[in-house]
């Protein structure tokens, strides 16, 4: 995949631009990027440490369990009707905003 | 009637009939009437809970079986889901959400007659070591309100040091269980992950956090344990420990157990005082019959950034499911067009959230991912290479929890990375999967500071031995409530 | 040279269980948001529980499109926001730390060319929007989760198709393989979408999404080469991009996703460990895989000498070759699977008429030895065959009900074939002289019993009677 290969060279600075960016990504308004500008710098900046870590070789490790320890494949209902102790809207439907394009 | 006693006396002094849990709970809710106003440690309390104790009171006096709790009041942290009462995470952005179902902890707590006394205050969805991250207003340190009890589950430490409560159940993610623990005199534990269902836990960032019991004494860990540890179908990541007693044996002693210093975690960042305690601790623990030799774990000095690289990322994820259409708070969708209508209901996320939120979505995106999440996936395989490779050597190993002393409200709010140093000493068991734990250990000015013990996975028994061990030697003052 | 490749999803419809709770595989009998719980609702909290069947399922569908499949397999997270993802983010898998996806590369030989598959994952089925409201402005968009949750096997192909008929005779290839496998009906409304990436010579890539059933699948794809062709012959640069099947229109329309929706930041889903499957259980998987199509097929052929043709229409469907095989003996199995092809497949030609069909495999035993026997004429058969699916009487029931049993009375039979004989003076003459012309005798002597005179009777009678 290519998003994993390592993107080298320089990383520029934390931007206005990127908190934009990003924040429409997370979908999350945020009013005032400037005012994050700084303490995400900070943080990112901080996390730059990584590189000196050398860790280049290491193997990504994960738990593992044996397929034998999984759940059977069985229909269970849940036990009350979900539906109503959450928010909904013509009869049982869960209302979305409108779609754009 | 005496509130001060831990678990085990409770449930000793209601088997022999010489309190009744009503008595008890009631009195505790008079407690809470009268110290919660100032310290903040709940941000609701079971209105039922007295009438809920009166019928395991019942119970006891008609013979039928009595579950091992007999009434005795928990507080919960108000990110693990009991049903039908609201689950906040602290955030306006589920102020009204009622969880339809219980966690697991919760199932198994009330199986054994445990009373949920109220939901404990915290970082807003557990992101944050000092409760001021609040939604709803920042808890105080029963030892001196004017400074943070530490946190995430800084309600949870308040209320057990505050006898608002028997015990308590917070979370740990990067040390917020042990966190509060030391900076409020309490006892607190972080097991090995998988060991406790995180079901029913709201995720911060799943694949390293853990659900962990905050008590008074080590003892009370091991009561705890014995009930909500194990595995559990609705959690594919816990463990099966085959049912062990966490209290048998407990006072089996050190003798003999070899313990490693972490010298990464005793630099000279570390509060003198904090130090000292330490170096105190250690000649105890020898004098105990372990003996204790320095190490050094690599790692350690970039264990801060993996973890809050990794916390980020998964954050940014776990928390992208609140988009107030299933459930949430009142804010019509009319009129809205998809993205705008997500993105205006999220700004009900506090500020630190939405930064880490910001940087969640920052570390793993498509420029970055190798940068900043690959390499800290990577630290965080060779940091328990470097704890896998210490525990060949070594039982056990010893550092403070904190480097810190407990620091005022609103001290470092605006610093976020001096903040994130305090976690330097919490976040290795984390992102190791290790158990560690928080035993109070000494006052300085005032505020506590507590002595960290981990050992190796699967570990938990001997680690709680050596902890009860350590706690033994320990004798502290009363909280100045 | 055109160059199309296929992302095909396929729900696993066999299974009892969502892919990661309790919940019904099969929503489409539940009222709008009745197959939820907190899992599949995403509610805060809530954790997957992986669904060991689906894993079970999806591998057999690996081996049996000749795909490697890996020691342990990983989940991920594919994270973008949208109404009928419940976490907003899906649960997939992809080859980040080596070939973690429950299949990994394989290929399947489609008209003599060799198609690659790329891999093949195990996710999680969305919701299901419906937008009500007549124009864009006042529109409302609903959303029911029964769907959401369901197991979804994607199967990913190489860019290795060269024409739209290729790719149709691969979904014909695919749904009869699934079916085999008893793993998914792939005549489910939904049970299977699509998308396609399609390129013509000296154009960029353009993928086409949302296709909503096979046969769609093959409209769109030659919509969109018609499309970059007429670009082409135009001079019009054929632009990189994402464009959604509409089918309402049958046409390919431009999707305007903004780039940051691109970015789906994928990581490990840590609610989910790796999962092992160690070699004795892929062998216990392969050892319980149904017979192939193919393998089927030949064993028709060898072993009941039944003509290739027969053998094929018979052995790809899973619904006859289950008859087939249930009803069958070595001395009859070429008559059932002539009934089977012949007659039975053009009465119950439609998934409606085959599920009301009455018909079991002792019904084909029994009509099969009815003709070899004697006592029905090959002909009436076909009106028993209609009485059985119809009915599900048993076949000497019919035969008495409806008078279709053989005129085998030999006394019957000679005072019609004497009529005829005196009818046809011509074709007796002829039938003397060449033998061979006989036939058209025999056929008036069938006209006249509608079918149900014994054929053998009837032309040693007629020869006897000629003479």
Redesign the interface.
Known sequence: ?E?????LGV?KM?TEE??E??????????TNHAE?VD??R???N??D?????G??S???????????E?????????D????E????????????????? | MNLKISALEFVQQVQDGNISAEDFVAKTIEQIQSVDEKLHAFLSVNENAVEQARLIDKKIKSGDKVGACFGMPISIKDNMCIKNDKTTCASKMLENFIAPYDATVITKLKQQDAIFIGKTNMDEFAMGLSTEFSAFGPSRNPWNPEYVPGGSSGGSAVSVSAFECVTSLGSDTGGSVRNPASFCSVVGYKPTYGLISRYGLISYANSIEQIGPITRTVKDVAFMLNIIAGIDPNDNTTIDNKGEDYLSGIDSGIEGKKIGIITDMMTDGVDPAVLSATKDAISKLEGLGATCEEVSIDMVKYSVAAYYTITATEAGSNLARYDNLRYGYDFSVEGYEFNSYISKAREKFGPEVTRRMIIGGFVPSAGHAGKYFLKALKVKSKLTKELDEAFKKFDLLVAPTVPVLPFKIGEKINDPVSLFLIDINTVTANLTGKPAISIPYSISNGLPIGIQLFANSNQDKLLLQAAYALEQTVKLPEVPL | MTKIGLEIHCQLTHLKSKLFCSCKANYREFEINENVCPVCMGLPGSLPRLNQEAVKKATIIAMALNCSTPEKIAFFRKNYFYPDLTKNFQITQLNIYGDTSVGGKGSVIVDGKKIRITRIQLEEDPGRLIYEGSSSKNQITLVDYNRAGTPLVEIVTEPDFENPKQVREFLNILSDLLENLAVSDPGLDGAMRADANVSIEGGNKVEVKNIGSFHDLEKAVHFEITRQNSLHSRDISIIQETRHWDDKRKITVSSRSKEEDLDYRYFLEGDIPWITIDSSILEKLKSEMPESINSKKERYISKYNIPEQVADVLSSDKFYSDLFEESHSDSNAKEIANIITTDLMGLIDTREKRESSKISATHLRDLADAITSGKISRNSSKNALYEIVKTGNNISQIISDLDLGNVSDESELTGIIQEIITSEPQAVEQAKSNPQTINYLVGKVMQKTKGKADPKLTLDLLKKLIE
Do not use: C
């Open positions: 995949m998003i994993w290969i390592e993107h990383r934390v990127d908190i960016h990003v924040s429409k990504l997370m979908k999350i308004n945020v994050y303490k995400v900070a943080m990112i901080y996390f440490i990584l590189d000196s870590a860790v280049e290491e193997e990504v490790s994960m738990q593992e369990i044996s397929i034998s999984l759940r059977e494949d069985k229909y269970i209902p849940f009350e009707k979900l539906i102790k959450l928010n909904h809207y013509k009869g049982t439907y869960v209302r979305a905003p409108k779609m754009s394009s």
